[in-house]
């Protein structure tokens, strides 16, 4: 059976970071492009970040960039995304998801496959 489960949320104040952790089980990640997504209470899904098969492709929407890191180790299954300077616009439950990598779509920003069941972070003071 196919899951992505993710960890690492919490709460924390306004400038403090979070690393959150999604590993798959049941699939090799390294076959897959990974991205992040997250949702705050009565918004849409907004896409965060997303990462190669390999780690050489990777991006950033506008409400991280600058401050979100992604990365990923293939050989725990395992992405990660490391949030600094939190702010309290950055409280949403957090997924990753997962999608067959091609070449013509390194680094995806739509499609998945395959999805975590989310991790809330919340950043408040």
């Known amino acids: 059976q196919v899951q992505l489960v993710e960890s690492g949320g919490g709460l924390v104040q306004p400038g403090e970071s979070l690393k959150l952790s999604c590993t798959a089980i049941g699939f090799s990640q390294g076959h897959y492009a990974m991205g992040w997504f997250r949702q705050a209470p009565g918004k849409e899904r907004e896409w965060v970040s997303c990462i190669g098969f390999n780690g050489d492709n990777t991006a950033y929407g506008a409400s991280g960039k600058g401050r979100f890191t992604i990365s990923r180790d293939n050989a725990k299954n395992t992405v990660y995304l490391q949030m600094n300077s939190l702010r309290p616009e950055d409280t949403a439950v957090y997924f990753c998801?997962?999608?067959?990598?091609?070449?013509?779509?390194?680094?995806?920003?739509?499609?998945?496959?395959?999805w975590g069941q989310g991790t809330q972070v919340t950043v408040s003071s």
């Open positions: 998801a997962a999608r067959p990598w091609v070449i013509s779509a390194p680094c995806p920003r739509a499609q998945y496959d395959y």
